[in-house]
């Protein structure tokens, strides 16, 4: 008698991940008043997060403590990323005095930016 063989099983292709595009609103703040005479504004990036969850979280975290956070959303190489931001500050020294805050109460890690 022939050996049997095995039944075949049918190939099926993996499923493919779903794709979720977060539905949250992504707000900048209004632009300082001395914006409109022309002069620089600036913000202190202070994170760059992979999901808006993350990054309203820090930025709702911030406004607690009396900082004016906002999330601003960045394509990189292809990725998005959503940027955690406090300020404008009308000048420098002001955004100087900003970070250095930030470092000391919440330990994190500042970048002063021209804004926008």
């Known amino acids: 008698m ?9 190939a099926t292709k993996p499923d493919k991940p779903e794709t979720h595009k977060p539905e949250t609103a992504i707000s900048l703040p209004e ?24 990054a309203t ?26 940027r955690v931001r406090v300020g404008p500050d009308s000048d420098r020294a002001a955004a100087e005095r900003t970070a250095a805050q930030l470092r000391e109460q919440h330990k994190l890690d500042t970048l002063i930016q021209r804004y926008p």
């Open 2 to 10: 022939p050996p049997v063989k095995p039944a075949a099983t049918p």
């Open 31 to 54: 632009p300082p008043k001395s914006r409109a005479k022309g002069m620089p504004s600036w913000v202190i990036q202070v994170s760059s997060l992979n999901s808006p969850e993350a």
């Open 57 to 82: 979280k820090l930025a709702d975290r911030l406004k607690q403590s009396g900082f004016s956070a906002f999330v601003e959303q960045a394509e990189v190489s292809g990725k998005t990323y959503y």
